[in-house]
């Protein structure tokens, strides 16, 4: 279930708990030819793969019982901020198992969250806005003070920023006709560098009846 993703800013890999199992075995061989099949055989590009191989292997080190100290049994995000300017700064960092997200809109309160541990509870108040429209709020609670943000989308192109500063909410809301197009929520944050990310999304609005606030509340980073 492997996945990669490089946006001009950093390079990620994402590893489930039997491939960085398989990560850090091709790391003991210490053989940078090996290291780049394995990389190559994950989704990471012909050109890329023996860069991050080259870098990761220099630091070996440490970069294996980091890698096997981050994995908590759900495997790991492996990051290089700055790539390929940066290559050898290749962060290992913990993946958790996700809540499930697909469900929140089905009970008045329920928990959503990423799979870098990040969670999210859900509340559901139903008549207090006007019947024919619905709206979310996103309440940041998150211990570690940064600002979060939510994207309310209604369906027909156009996008809401929700910006929630620390310890603060923010709210916005569209017509139950654009809800009905069961655009997806996305959730983001400011991460290493204060870059924003988009961290995951969600389905369901459709689901939420006319007159109803829907408030997330940020408490885990």
Known sequence: MSSVTYNGLYLRIELDHEETVKFTGAL???????ITTFLAALGVSATVAPIVAAAVAVHLAWEIPATKAADKGDGV?????????????FIPTT??????NDTWFSSDDAVIGSSEGDVIETHIDHGVVAPDAVTFRLNNQ????????????????AEY??????????ENSIYVNEAANDAPLTFWKPKMLGIWTGIFSV????????GS???FTWVKD
């Open 213 to 215: 606030r829907v408030t």
């Open 95 to 100: 993946r958790y198992p996700t809540p499930h």
């Open 161 to 170: 920023r929700i910006e929630a500063k620390a310890y603060a909410s923010a």
């Open 28 to 34: 003991t061989s210490g053989d940078v030819g090996v």
């Open 77 to 89: 995000f492996l990051t290089a901020y700055g790539f390929p300017l940066n290559p050898a700064a």
């Open 203 to 210: 389905q369901g609005i459709r689901h939420v009846s006319g």
């Open 142 to 157: 998150s211990p570690e003070g940064w600002d979060k943000r939510m994207i309310l989308r209604d369906g027909n192109g």
